[in-house]
């Protein structure tokens, strides 16, 4: 059984910075042949796009509401994907999930992504 663990949640002033990690396990995954995506969702909000990575890290791919902030990196020998976060604002609050997308091509479309993590919550206060 396939399985996205996401963690490094939390609370924190604006402004300051976290970073997240989305680990992958199950027997028949293989981490490599799957695009990575973070995706968050306020309350009252949609799931909304924020990254993503391609399947060797070689093109990433933001929303231009975190560029410049946030960056995406995955380690294929770890099965590990990661979102650090910088200059942290309240708005950035909200529910974070990764996802995977065994494609070429990297998409912001969340419906495309098959496979979903439970999510880590991230609380940006004023």
């Known amino acids: 059984q396939v399985q996205l663990v996401e963690s490094g949640g939390g609370l924190v002033q604006a402004g300051g910075s976290l970073r997240l990690s989305c680990a992958a396990s199950g027997r028949t995954f293989t981490f490599s042949r799957y695009v990575m995506g973070w995706f968050r969702q306020a309350p009252g909000k949609e799931r909304e796009f924020v990254a993503a990575?391609?399947?060797?890290?070689?093109?990433?791919y933001y929303a231009d509401s975190v560029k410049g902030r946030f960056t995406i990196s995955r380690d294929n020998a770890k099965n590990v994907v990661y979102l650090q976060m910088n200059s942290l604002k309240p708005e950035d609050t909200a529910v974070y999930y990764c996802a995977a997308e065994r494609t070429v091509s990297i998409t912001t479309n969340p419906g495309a992504y098959d496979l979903w993590g439970q999510g880590t919550q991230v609380t940006v206060s004023s």
């Open positions: 990575i391609d399947r060797i890290g070689g093109y990433t």
